[in-house]
């Protein structure tokens, strides 16, 4: 969660950095919220929510500084092997597979070398995009899986502001499988997100702060994870995707636009950025 605005969004390593800074200027899965100059843009979800066609669990950004760039890519991949592969594609909005709910995967699947194989691809997708988190509908996959991670490079890409609204923190590489969300408290926050399937736009969602996710983790053993912040807006941008919803299904109206106009004033009448 494309991550994953910079306010919501999706980022990239290290090795990924580089090969973005040769074919953008740019900032994921929603990238956090904030505002900023044409070069500071809000990331990723995403998620966020989509580098080089720069995403942030985030979307992907058209050229521009490289905080804005990334933290809109800021979504997420890494190769499979000694074999070239091709990395698998992200599917886009209008695809039925990211409309419908995916399904649950049984027990006895989740050690199989099919399921195995099917994380692999999701992180290399991830990764690669890059982003802050990646759900199976989004590689057309319809099975109950997300991939999600926040690293100090993404991160180091967002102006300092947007860092502390957000409350963007790193964290390690997760995989969770049939993952199940509840919101812990009523409070929320109101920041851009984008999405790599909904590539170039983002769009202002409401989320909860704090969220408990548990589920399976890709070697079976049961897995639970408190989130607050960014990680837990990556976390239900992720987990709608499962429900078959996008995040322009929940948007706030009016504030849809192109990570181009993402600096523009936000129309009269429409609530402010932040936490609620």
Not at 35 to 49: A, D
Not at 204 to 214: D, G, N, P, Q, S
Request: glycine share 8%.
């Amino acid at each position: 969660m494309e991550s994953i605005h910079r306010f919501a969004y999706r980022l990239q390593p290290v090795s990924v950095a580089g090969k973005c800074l040769t074919t953008v200027t740019i900032s994921p899965f929603w990238t956090p919220p904030g505002t900023r100059s044409h070069q500071t843009r809000k990331h990723v979800f995403i998620p966020v929510t989509s580098c080089p066609k720069p995403v942030p669990g985030a979307g992907s950004l058209p050229s521009r500084n490289l905080s804005s760039s990334l933290t809109a890519r800021a979504g997420w991949f890494l190769g499979l092997g000694e074999k070239k592969q091709a990395s698998p594609e992200i599917v886009k909005a209008g695809d039925p597979v990211l409309h419908e709910p995916a399904r649950e995967v049984s027990p006895e699947e989740i050690g199989s070398n099919k399921i195995q194989k099917i994380i692999d691809d999701m992180i290399e997708a991830m990764r690669k995009s890059p982003g802050v988190g990646l759900a199976a509908p989004q590689i057309g996959i319809p099975l109950k899986i997300i991939v999600l991670e926040d690293t100090k490079e993404y991160i180091s890409y967002q102006p300092k502001e947007e860092i502390k609204a957000q409350d963007r923190r790193p964290f390690d590489l997760l995989v969770i499988v049939n993952p199940k969300l509840k919101k812990k408290g009523n409070k929320t926050a109101l920041f851009f997100e984008g999405c790599l399937s909904v590539d170039g736009f983002r769009a202002m969602v409401e989320r909860y702060l704090e969220v408990e996710v548990t589920g399976w983790d890709r070697n079976g053993h049961p897995i639970k994870v408190d989130a607050s912040g960014w990680q837990a807006r990556i976390l239900q941008h992720e987990c709608d995707h499962l429900a078959g919803t996008l995040y322009v299904d929940k948007m706030v109206p009016r504030t849809f636009r192109t990570v181009e106009n993402l600096d523009l004033p936000l129309p009269v009448g429409c609530p402010k950025l932040g936490v609620r």
